[in-house]
């Protein structure tokens, strides 16, 4: 099982950190007509703060653990992911955007995941 945690966090790390180096780098409209039209109901702020809280959450996902340096942040960066992603269902539930509720619901759950693992029966 700690093997399967570690697979998951780091393929949620890949993910989340592409995820928020885009939102950090490009522009909110060049966001929105890429198909994130979710970026339109935001400021460019509120946009990159969300970019970089996936970016930490990302790091903290991985490197706590692989340094054995508080490892207690893996399971607190999947936690912050969890609301990230509440979040994120619930701006596309008001947005109408279904298919993107879908992908959320998996991240979710996947975060869960690792952090009920890290939380809880196989903490570091």
Request: glycine letters at 10%; a positive charge; charged letters at 10%.
């Amino acid at each position: 099982m700690n093997v399967v945690l570690w697979v998951v966090a780091a393929v949620l790390a890949v993910a989340f950190l592409g995820a928020g180096v885009m939102k950090l780098v490009q522009p909110k409209e060049k966001l929105a007509a890429s198909g994130m039209g979710w970026a339109e109901s935001f400021s460019p702020g509120t946009i990159k703060l969300i970019g970089a809280l996936e970016v930490l959450a990302a790091i903290g996902l991985i490197l706590p653990a692989a340094l054995d340096i508080a490892p207690v942040l893996v399971p607190l960066a999947a936690l912050g992911l969890v609301l990230i992603m509440i979040g994120a269902i619930v701006t596309h539930a008001r947005r109408g955007e279904n298919q993107a509720i879908g992908v959320n619901v998996v991240l979710l759950l996947l975060v869960a995941f690792v952090a009920w693992g890290r939380f809880g029966p196989y903490a570091f």
